[in-house]
């Protein structure tokens, strides 16, 4: 696959931020200079997840809320049906609607307790399907959902992960994006099967910019993420180098982007980890330019 220089990718990619909510008001200071450092970038939107079992619930709702009414941004909350009934989900959704909110990335979620099987709440939603079409009946937000280039581990195969993604479109969401993956073929095999199964929306590859090996190592077993061997032989030795790991974190996410952009992917979505350096290192080695603050408030 033939990538354009560094340079050479400029102007037309779009990029969006993925936060979660602080702590403490440590992390919120963190969080808020990542909002501050990456908003000039013009991020499409930036998104606040949402704590397994609604454990972040009240935070979730108050940073998505703050970044809507404090800055330019256009901010989108996560949502899950985790042990929660219909009516306290559609609640949760009318406060974001009330607060000005239009996009909510609708997810199933994954139970509290690490490993165990997703029951629905007797009352509540049993997938994110269901959930987008109980969020349409409210409010027409606008709805993203999530996609899985290497399967959900909950699916039986490919095929039928595809046919639940077709199901989340098919209830009225308007966007996908993907849980993260470490090789572009990963991405373009999928978006290729996907194409198949006649989908026509909008899936966006979501970046993971790998700093601490170990843990996406565990990340991508919980996720069934593959995790080439030369990645590992990469970070080997880096353990006790903290600031040569963001260095080689900023150049392979930076390298794997403008792979899928040669690919013709002209959207990503970065998982930021609340970290203002790395994000912004990465979009700026992909031409992605702070923007002027007229046309930033103008989007
Ligand atoms: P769904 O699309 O509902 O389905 C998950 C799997 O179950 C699919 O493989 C599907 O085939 C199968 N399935 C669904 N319905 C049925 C059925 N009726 N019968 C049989 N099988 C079925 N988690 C959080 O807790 N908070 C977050 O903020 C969060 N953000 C995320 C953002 C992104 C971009 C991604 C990719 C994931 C995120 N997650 C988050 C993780 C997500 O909640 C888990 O991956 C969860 O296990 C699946 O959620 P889903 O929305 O994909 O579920």
Redesign the pocket.
Known sequence: LKAPLYADVAGDLDVSF?FFPPKTEKMEEQLWDAVRTLEPLGPSFVSV????GGSTRERTHATVARIQRETSLAAAA?L?C?EATKAEIDQVAQGYWAAGVRHI??????PPAAGAK?VSHPGGY????ALVAGLKRLHPFEIS????PE??P??PDMA??I???KA?FDAGATRA???FFHEPETFFRYRDRIAAAGITAEIVP?IMPVTNFASVVRMSAM?GTDVPAWMARLFDGLEDHPAARQLIAATLAAELSRKLYAGGVKSL?FYTLNRAELAFAICHLLGVRSKPAAAVAAA
Do not use: P
Request: net charge negative; charged share 20%.
């Open positions: 993925e997840t949402y704590g397994a996560h899950t985790v990335v609708a997810l199933r979620g994954d997703f049993e997938n994110a399907a959902v999530a996609a899985y399967c959900h909950d699916s039928a992960d046919d639940n993604l989340k994006i993907t849980q979501g996720c979505h």
